[in-house]
C-alpha cells in the first residue's frame, strides 16, 4: 500500500492513480457516463520553497490536499501526481459546466491566505481540465490532454483551461496524439515553413503583397496541411509560440522581398485563441522591432468569430493600428457578422471566403454574397479581398464588381520562401504594374505563369 501512496499528503501516487484512472474509464464507458479530469498546480511553487524553506512548502501541500478533498465528493478520487502537481478525477459528470463548477469551488476555497505562525501565504493554483470519453478513452492520454488544459491556461495567464469537444478530424485519438507530440518540437526540428501567396491589386494588376501560410513538412515529405495542425497546435497549447515564430518568420523573409516595387504588405494569419489576447500587440511590436522594414507592411488576419468574442476586441485592434499594423477579417461571410459592429471596429480590410468565390459564376447566391460583401467594405470604406480566384473568368467578374485585390490559384498558388522571392524577381518591373484584364479585348493577362508556382 505504501508506495501506492504519497507519504507527505496520504493521497494516490501518480502510478497508483493511473491504474486507478484506467478502471474508472472502464467503468465509465459501460454505464456511459462521463468523467472529467482536473490536473492541478500550484503557481510559484518554487519560490515558495526558496522563501519560506521546505517546511512550510509541505505545508502548502498538505493544504491543498485538503482542499481537494474537500471539493471531491465520494465518488471521486484525488491523487498527487507530481512535485507541486495534484489530480482531481470526477466520475458521472453531466458536461464541462460540472467541471467547471468543481474548479471554481476549489478556487474560491484557496482565496483565504493559509496562515502559518506569523506567516500568510497565498496558495494559487492553475487547473487543467480534460473529460472522457470527450478528449480521451485512455488512461495516459486523458491525462495528457488535461495537462494540455493546464499549459493553456499557464500560457494564456488564466486560472483555469477546459478543453472544447475535439473534433478529431477523421483522425483517431492515437493518431492525432502523436501528430500533436511531435508537433511541440517541429519548429526545432525546422519542419515547419512559411508559404507565400501572392496578392494582386485587381485594377491595375500590380503585386500588392502576400499571404504567409504555414505548412509542416513532417519527417522531411509528408506534407500536413495547416486545417489539420494548427487546431492541434492549440490544443497543445503550442500555438502561441507558433504563432510567434510565423510572425517573425514571415517578417523576416517580407524584408528579403525585391523592394523596387514599392511597399508589399505580408499578411499573417492569427489563430482565434491568441487575436483577442492582451499581449498581442506587444508580441506583434517585439517581432517588428526585429524585423520590421520601411517597405513592408504587416496584415494581420483574424476571423468574424474571433473578433465577436471579445469585448477588449476594439482596445487591442487600435494598438495594433498604432503600430502601423492593418487588421483583415478572414473568410468573411462565414461568422455571424452583426453588421452594427462596421460602424466604429477599427479594421482594414474584408476578406470574401474562397467558399463564395470559388463558385460563384455558377451559384447565384455566392456571386449575390460577394457582391453584397465588396458592396459593404466600400460603404465602410475597407478594402475588400476574394481568395479563391482559380480562373480568369471569375477574375474578370470581381473586377468588374469592384473588388480590390485577389488572392487564388490562378494569380499564383503558395510557394516556398525562396520561390516566392525569385517568383518576385521574374516579374519583369512593367508586368508588375500591367493591368491584369485588357477590358478593349476582354482578355485576362495574367501575371503568373502557373508553372513558376
Ligand atoms: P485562409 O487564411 O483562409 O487561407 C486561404 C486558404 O485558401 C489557404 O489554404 C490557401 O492555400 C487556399 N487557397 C488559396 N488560393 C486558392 C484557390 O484558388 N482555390 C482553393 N481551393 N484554395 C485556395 P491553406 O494554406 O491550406 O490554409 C488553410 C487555413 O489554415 C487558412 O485559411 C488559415 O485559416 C489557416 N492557416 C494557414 N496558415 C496559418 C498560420 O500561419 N497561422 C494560423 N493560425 N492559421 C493558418
Ligand atoms: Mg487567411
Ligand atoms: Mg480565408
Sequence with gaps: MIDSADLLTGLLSRSAFLSRLGRQILRANESHTRLALLVVDINGFAQTNVTYGYSTGDVVLRHLARQLKEVARKQDHVARIGDNRFALLLSHV?????????????????????????????VRVTVGAAMCPDHATHAEYLMRKAETALATAQDEHEPYCILEKTDAGGLDLSALWELEVELGSAIERGELQ???????????????????????????????????????????????????????????????????????TVSVNLPGEL???????????????????PQVRLVLEITERSLMDAPRGRL????????????????????YSCLAYFKDLPVDELKIDKS????????TASLDITALIIDLARRFHLRVVAEGIEDAQTLERLRTLG??????????????PEGFRQWLLDLPAHAAHAPVAQPATGKTQRLVDPGNS
Design 403 to 416: 473588388c480590390d485585390l485577389g488572392q487564388g490559384f490562378h494569380l499564383g498558388k503558395p510557394m516556398p
Design 194 to 264: 512559411m508559404h507565400y501567396q501572392p496578392q494582386v491589386d485587381l485594377r491595375t494588376g500590380r503585386i500588392v503583397g502576400a499571404e504567409a501560410l504555414m505548412r509542416w513538412d513532417r519527417f522531411r515529405g509528408e506534407i500536413v496541411g495547416p486545417d489539420v495542425f494548427i487546431p492541434l497546435a492549440v490544443r497543445a497549447g503550442k500555438i502561441k509560440k507558433i504563432t510567434i515564430w510565423a510572425l517573425n518568420t514571415a517578417l523576416r523573409r517580407a524584408g528579403e522581398w525585391r523592394s523596387d516595387l514599392g511597399p508589399l
Design 275 to 293: 487575436a483577442m489576447q492582451r499581449d498581442l500587440p506587444e508580441l506583434v511590436e517585439n517581432a517588428l522591432q526585429l524585423w520590421g522594414r
Design 94 to 122: 453531466l458536461n464541462r459546466g460540472h467541471a467547471e463548477l468543481a474548479i471554481q469551488k476549489l478556487l474560491r476555497r484557496l482565496e483565504a491566505a493559509l496562515e502559518i505562525g506569523d506567516q500568510q501565504i497565498a
Design 316 to 335: 487591442i485592434l487600435e494598438r495594433l493600428r498604432a503600430l502601423g499594423v492593418g487588421v483583415s477579417i478572414d473568410d468573411f461571410g462565414t461568422g
Design 356 to 363: 463564395f468565390v470559388t463558385g460563384m459564376l455558377e451559384d
